[in-house]
């Protein structure tokens, strides 16, 4: 496709539900970012992988969250045992290079919402 | 730690009137600043950037912004409202080694007729 795609675009979970978020970046684009933007605030990093090598997970906030990119394409952005506190738009984002986003355009996709119960 | 800060969490004008969304900066090294604009069910979208350079920095649909070091600002600027402006606006700022951007808590702009 021309754009990043997330899916599903709306999630609802229950609390204590595995719940699995899924990221097409643009074809041949190196770099992947996830996001988490909860209501009324900024998006925050989560993690970013540079083809399937994840770089940087430092903005995870527990073991419940896992990212994968095992062929350097796809991406998905796993939670184990929802909380209501993970209720948060989830964001998804490419860019063409390894050196990201001081040099080059980052593009993002529209989010999944997700909602726990 | 690199941060950004937004005034006002919301912005009401007409239109036609000039559109002023405010940002300020907190940076121990020189700071990549950018605006990002989020349209109702979209992604966000690259409205500009500063580097390096010319501190003037002019970007789509007519907005530019003006880095100011003295002042730790970079506020967003539009002469003349158009009712398609209405969104969020989110600045953000990285430094030239981690690669992470740090959005600011946004401003979300109302147009009125």
């Known amino acids: 496709g021309a754009g990043v795609s997330q899916s599903p675009r709306y999630k609802v979970a229950k609390r204590g539900q595995d719940v699995a978020l899924r990221c097409d970046p643009i074809s041949g684009h190196v770099s992947l970012f996830w996001y988490q933007q909860a209501l009324g605030q900024g998006p925050e990093f989560l993690t970013y992988?540079?083809?399937?090598?994840?770089?940087?997970k430092s903005g995870l906030p527990s073991d419940r969250f896992f990212a994968e990119r095992p062929e350097g394409s796809v991406s998905t952005l796993k939670i184990q045992r929802t909380q209501q506190e993970d209720s948060a738009v989830y964001l998804c984002?490419?860019?063409?290079?390894?050196?990201?986003?001081?040099?080059?355009?980052?593009?993002f996709g529209s989010g999944t919402q997700l909602s726990v119960l | 730690a690199q941060s950004v800060t937004q005034l006002g969490s919301h912005v009401s004008v007409s239109e036609g009137a000039l559109v002023l969304l405010r940002c300020n900066y907190s940076?121990?090294?020189?700071?990549?600043l950018f605006w990002y604009v989020q349209y109702p069910n979209q992604g966000l979208q690259l409205l500009l950037k500063?580097?390096?350079?010319?501190?003037l920095v002019k970007g789509i649909n007519g907005f530019e912004a003006e880095f100011k070091k003295s002042e730790t600002s970079f506020h967003l600027t539009k002469p003349s409202a158009h009712m398609s402006d209405a969104a969020e606006y989110f600045c953000?700022?990285?430094?030239?080694?981690?690669?992470?951007?740090?959005f600011g808590t946004g401003t979300r702009l109302q147009v009125f007729p």
């Open positions: 500063y580097t390096t350079g010319a501190t």
């Open positions: 984002a490419s860019s063409v290079g390894g050196r990201t986003t001081t040099n080059e355009k980052l593009f």
């Open positions: 953000a700022v990285i430094s030239y080694n981690t690669d992470k951007l740090i």
């Open positions: 992988f540079q083809n399937e090598a994840q770089l940087d």
């Open positions: 940076s121990s090294v020189p700071p990549y």
